[in-house]
């Protein structure tokens, strides 16, 4: 079985972004940027996975600009057998991404694409659950465990209140949430390695996808801010405070 | 035409972020119509009906929705869209879960967690941690909408809607439940409560978090929240993870045990009335935000604050 692993490329989650002063949107000049978070935890499931004997290659592909074979490159540093970069500039819609990802799956025939659940960019969490009906796979979101059985796949969910766990019949969508697993470093000899693997280019036309926005960004703003308030000596003064000044106990 | 809203619930009782998101679909101007998909769920249909400005309630009452699994829910979603403009649920597990997978279907391009319905067309959502709003307009005829409940009141009670059963519609057969895991509890939750005290890393152990956090909050009758270090370490469960990822959470009180403040977490929170917050170091992020700082060791402070407000409380 091969596992399809998309990474996005996105601000690192270090990053405290700043809004541009005319309202067109985040700046992103020479400011860092890293593999989204959720998606390191994809590779590394799939990773944990080949490694079990579950699955017999790990192909990332990332859908961006040029750097974002940067990011495929870190997929690779990581065990990653190979890359697909579709090229694309300027933003790329959740629908689009799993448009392009359709055509991917159609492609490579994975029995497993796992995702992150959502990008720390523009925090859609759309892009799995898409591609899973466009492909009319089932869908495992939000993933704590996932365990490949005989024919599918089992996967438990956080959940508001709990944990759920389904069974997934056949090729299925994955997308992973914070304790799938904690990801592995990429050490240098790997990432030696990871330059002589192949990353194959490719551009939305050969999906015949059309990548044009469905959103039209009308501004971006600063968030309403908050000022600091006041600092209390003593726990008698703050509860004090709570019920005379802020009425709320 | 109208908008379907889809409730949340546990086939007991109507989830009052239901309320909320209601407040944003009210917004889109048309009539709306509340989707109860669940396994004798009558009662929370009902709940659904006394809501002000409900026009009618769709009850899908089916084994096949007893846990609304993704496949089965939008299947049945989709074959309702064509009479609706707008299908909207609140943030939830179950509606992000299912609703990008209903918006694919009909070739939609959802727009995820608004804060605010600016016009039918147009909305406010936070990205980047809520670093920043985005304000866009979706060019689909029909729209798909996750809301932000925290961001909304909460639509009071005052309507007789109908209640019209709906039949299911065939499972597209690819996924079954095998188990879920919820935890009782007795204390509000995170999403609905007025107060939430919320522990972080510098509780130091699943026990002191229990010792120190729980009691403190029953207190007050507050929901427990947590950092992500926190549940990272184990010291509380996942789902009372506070921040980007976790909940988004805007009580009229939010207490910060411990918590430093990462960008992540004030993304979750930072639309709390007050916020206070208690940390020894004095330069932590979260006194930034906060209304009332208390720099000290929280192994003393709480349990002097438990007794300050238990006496204040009278």
């Known amino acids: 079985m091969k596992i399809l692993v998309p990474v996005k490329r996105v601000v690192d989650y270090n990053v405290k972004v700043r809004v541009k002063s005319d309202g067109s949107g985040v700046e992103l000049a020479n400011v860092k940027m890293s593999m989204n978070p959720f998606d390191e935890i994809a590779v590394e499931e799939a990773l944990r996975l080949k490694e079990a004997g579950k699955a017999t290659e790990v192909i990332a592909v990332s859908i961006g600009p040029a750097q974002a074979s940067e990011t495929l490159r870190t997929a690779l540093a990581m065990g990653a057998d190979r890359g697909i970069l579709v090229k694309v500039d300027g933003v790329v819609e959740p629908l689009a991404v799993a448009k392009i990802l359709k055509g991917v799956v159609g492609e490579e025939a994975p029995g497993l694409v796992i995702l992150g659940k959502q990008a720390i960019d523009d925090d859609c969490n759309q892009t799995g659950q898409m591609l899973a009906a466009l492909l009319g796979w089932p869908q495992g979101t939000f993933a704590s465990k996932v365990v490949v059985e005989d024919g599918g796949v089992a996967v438990t969910r956080e959940i508001d209140g709990g944990l759920q766990t389904v069974k997934l019949n056949g090729p299925a969508i994955v997308t992973t949430d914070l304790r799938l697993n904690e990801p592995r470093y990429a050490s240098l000899p790997n990432i030696m390695k990871a330059k002589k693997k192949p990353i194959a280019e490719k551009t939305p036309a050969d999906y015949g996808v059309d990548v044009a926005p469905r959103l039209t960004v009308l501004s971006t703003a600063e968030p309403a801010g908050r000022k600091a308030g006041v600092k209390v000596g003593s726990v008698a003064e703050l509860v004090a405070k709570l019920k005379d000044e802020a009425g709320v106990i | ?314």
């Open chain 2, 1 to 314: 035409m109208a908008t379907l809203l889809l409730a949340e619930h546990d086939n007991s009782a109507l989830n009052g972020v239901t309320a909320k998101a209601l407040s944003a679909a009210a917004a889109l101007g048309g009539p709306v119509h509340i989707l109860v998909a669940g396994q004798n769920a009558k009662g929370v249909a009902d709940a659904a009906a006394k809501l002000s400005g409900v026009e009618k309630v769709l009850l899908a009452d089916d084994a096949l929705y007893a846990h609304r699994l993704a496949e089965p829910l939008a299947a049945l979603i989709v074959a309702l869209a064509p009479g609706y403009d707008a299908i909207v649920g609140p943030s939830t597990a179950v509606a992000k879960n299912v609703l990008p997978r209903v918006a694919a279907l009909l070739d939609v391009m959802q727009v995820s967690d608004i804060t605010k319905v600016v016009a039918p067309d147009t909305f406010e959502r936070p990205i980047y941690a809520g670093n920043a709003i985005q304000t866009v307009k979706s060019s689909d005829a029909k729209k798909v909408i996750t809301v932000r409940t925290a961001s909304f009141g909460a639509i009071g009670e005052g309507g007789s809607a109908t209640v019209e059963a709906i039949p299911a519609v065939a499972d597209p057969g690819v996924s079954t439940f095998v188990e879920e895991t919820i935890a009782a509890s007795d204390r509000p939750e995170l999403t609905a409560a007025k107060i939430i005290v919320s522990g972080g890393r510098a509780l130091g152990s699943r026990e002191k978090f229990a010792e120190l956090i729980e009691p403190l909050a029953d207190v007050l009758g507050a929901a427990v929240g947590a950092s992500r270090a926190a549940v990272d370490a184990g010291y509380a469960p996942n789902d009372w993870q506070v921040g980007q990822t976790g909940k988004v959470v805007a009580p009229e009180l939010y207490i910060a045990l411990g918590i430093s403040g990462a960008i992540q977490h004030l993304a979750g929170m930072k639309d709390s009335k007050v916020i206070v917050a208690v940390n020894k170091d004095e330069e932590a992020p979260i006194f930034q935000v906060a209304d009332y700082g208390l720099v000290g060791d929280i192994n003393t402070v709480i349990p002097e604050l438990k007794a300050e407000l238990a006496k204040a409380k009278g």
